[in-house]
């Protein structure tokens, strides 16, 4: 069974035992986390399609880790103005492990 989960923006397609990095959640290691955000859930032809989301099904998962990603390195300049500007970031992430989707 599988089901298409939405959270942070983004859209997720999940399995039982999948680990999957999302957006931060303001959860520690450890911790159950449940999406209920769910649009399309089932298998094979018994698939439910929500609009938008569809009624009573969720998605029960742990928390592996909070993190953040590898640097980003944004660089500005203007040719011939002696403007330089050098700027990083690291995005902050949760790896989540998928327990059960309940429909």
């Not at 990095?21 to 209920?36: N, P």
């Amino acid at each position: 069974m599988y089901a298409v989960i939405e959270t942070g923006g983004k859209q997720y397609r999940v399995q039982e035992g999948d680990e999957i990095s999302v957006e931060k959640l303001g959860a520690e290691a450890g911790e159950e986390v449940v999406f209920d955000k769910v649009l399309v859930a089932g298998e094979g032809a018994d698939v439910k399609i929500g609009a938008p989301y569809v009624e009573g099904a969720s998605v029960k998962s742990t928390v592996v880790e909070n993190g953040k990603g590898q640097k980003v390195i944004i660089y500005k300049y203007k040719a011939k103005k002696d403007y330089r500007k050098k700027q990083g970031h690291r995005q902050p992430y949760t790896t989540v492990k998928i327990d059960s989707i309940v429909l």
